[in-house]
């Protein structure tokens, strides 16, 4: 078991910033890659970025790229994800998932989740 607790969420204006940490709990921490997943109100769970365990593979879906910066530090057995330039479309409850295998967008591939936290942009 992978515990997973995701923090730094909130209600921010357009063009702010927010910076999400998914905090795992155990010495493992550095097997796994990190998948960030959001859902939106009334859509489909999606991927978002992901990292792989040494943080040499990193992925973007096409909408965040240039603004969101995903990273991990395994000595704190911590991922990040920094968002900037943030839009009303991005408001969601962002997730972290770990996939004791290779980073993917594929949901079903990942073994652990958090429990989500909500990132709300106004305009």
């Known amino acids: 078991q992978v515990p997973l607790v995701e923090s730094g969420g909130g209600l921010v204006q357009a063009g702010g910033s927010l910076r999400l940490s998914c905090a795992a709990s155990g010495r493992t921490f550095g097997v796994y890659a990190i998948g960030w997943f959001r859902q939106a109100p009334g859509k489909e769970r999606e991927f978002v970025s992901g990292?792989?365990?040494?943080?040499?593979?990193?992925f973007y879906i096409d909408s965040v790229k240039s603004r969101f910066t995903v990273s991990r530090d395994n000595a704190k057995n911590t991922a990040y994800l920094e968002m900037n330039s943030l839009k009303p479309e991005d408001t969601a409850v962002y997730y972290c998932a770990a996939n004791g295998r290779m980073v993917s967008a594929v949901q079903r591939d990942y073994d652990y989740w958090g429990q989500g936290t909500q990132v709300t942009v106004s305009l």
């Open positions: 990292i792989s365990r040494n943080g040499d593979s990193i």
